[in-house]
Nanobody, 116 residues
Framework: QVQLVESGGGLVQPGGSLRLSCVAS????????MSWYRQGPGKERELVAA????????NYAASVKGRFAISRDNGKNAVYLQMNSLKPEDTAVYYC?????????WGQGTQVTVSS
């Protein structure tokens, strides 16, 4: 079955960096676009970044453009989110997601807390 497992979250000071990873299994990873979402305290889940199946196309939420970078390694069935210049408002649970046959699959999430 489809599984997405995120890792790399933690506590970081404002201005710091983190790299999130999501390892996928149970489907042909290289055939599907992947995305990162986040849900902050009291907020709705929102799209952060997305990447096409072969990595040639990316898009970002305006709030993270220029600070975050999404990438993927199809040989490792992994998608990454490099987060730089982190701000307190980036505090959230971060999820990776894929859509397969019209159904959305989500990981369990990884907590990112930006605080001094």
């Amino acid at each position: 079955q489809v599984q997405l497992v995120e890792s790399g979250g933690g506590l970081v000071q404002p201005g710091g960096s983190l790299r999130l990873s999501c390892v996928a299994s149970g489907f042909t990873f290289s055939s599907y676009a992947m995305s990162w979402y986040r849900q902050g305290p009291g907020k709705e889940r929102e799209l952060v970044a997305a990447i096409s199946s072969v990595g040639g196309s990316t898009n970002y939420a305006a709030s993270v453009k220029g600070r975050f970078a999404i990438s993927r390694d199809n040989g490792k069935n992994a998608v990454y989110l490099q987060m730089n210049s982190l701000k307190p408002e980036d505090t959230a649970v971060y999820y990776c997601k894929t859509r397969r046959n019209g159904y959305d699959y989500w990981g369990q999430g990884t907590q990112v807390t930006v605080s001094s």
